[in-house]
T-cell receptor
Framework: GAGVSQSPSNKVTEKGKDVELRCDPISGHTALYWYRQSLGQGLEFLIYFQGNSAPDKSGLPSDRFSAERTGGSVSTLTIQRTQQEDSAVYLC????????????????FGPGTRLLVL | AQTVTQSQPEMSVQEAETVTLSCTYDTSESDYYLFWYKQPPSRQMILVIRQEAYKQQNATENRFSVNFQKAAKSFSLKISDSQLGDAAMYFCAYSPNQGGKLIFGQGTELSVKP
């Protein structure tokens, strides 16, 4: 079946502008994750959605970052007033995880969105 | 806080030879999961192998196997009969039992020489 898809593949924006990054998880996957990959910081966790539970936002670096997941499927990561240090590859992953389960199911990743802030 | 360390920024192997990538981690938990992911230039993160901490037996997937030493908090990846297509960045990752998120190491860039 189809994997995790992300759009756009690449995004160039000017400092101070807002950007929206989209993630379509694998159909039926209940958990969705956003990560950021940058040269200086490596791979960092940003936010995690699991079913209808409140998201784990502990990795968001500032209040300029927010994310939502509509209808338990598609997710949008929004960065407001972008800064040059936001330049990175933003990766989305999904997994099938039963609420309350302690099993860590494998996360499947999308191809990422490369964001460049000028 | 849990951390993952990959001490080899770059590794090189001759085609058909065997190479081992190192990974150590720090945690106070007893139940957790460990993963090796491969990231080729296409950026797509691909799962190579996973290990549940409660399992004593080392995981194996075809040419890929791990040496999981729980007491030493070590989780190395062995690639046998290396192929040109194995060239990529390899990331070791840790996940707590209930936490969901992955904590990644810094990565090891593997090159395969023909």
């Amino acid at each position: 079946g189809a994997g995790v898809s992300q759009s756009p593949s690449n995004k160039v924006t000017e400092k101070g502008k807002d950007v929206e990054l989209r993630c379509d998880p694998i159909s039926g996957h209940t958990a969705l994750y956003w990560y950021r990959q940058s040269l200086g910081q490596g791979l960092e966790f940003l936010i995690y959605f699991q079913g209808n539970s409140a998201p784990d936002k502990s990795g968001l670096p500032s209040d300029r970052f927010s994310a939502e997941r509509t209808g338990g499927s598609v997710s949008t990561l929004t960065i407001q007033r972008t800064q040059q240090e936001d330049s990175a590859v933003y990766l989305c992953a999904s997994s099938f995880r039963t609420s309350g389960s302690s099993v860590q199911e494998t996360q499947y990743f999308g191809p990422g969105t490369r964001l460049l802030v000028l | 806080a849990q951390t993952v360390t990959q001490s080899q920024p770059e590794m090189s192997v001759q085609e058909a030879e065997t190479v081992t990538l190192s990974c150590t981690y720090d945690t106070s938990e007893s139940d957790y999961y460990l993963f090796w992911y491969k990231q080729p230039p296409s950026r797509q993160m691909i799962l190579v192998i996973r290990q549940e901490a409660y399992k004593q037996q080392n995981a194996t997937e075809n040419r890929f196997s791990v040496n999981f030493q729980k007491a030493a908090k070590s989780f190395s990846l062995k690639i046998s009969d290396s192929q040109l297509g194995d060239a990529a960045m390899y990331f070791c990752a840790y996940s707590p039992n209930q936490g969901g998120k992955l904590i990644f190491g810094q990565g090891t860039e593997l090159s395969v020489k023909p």
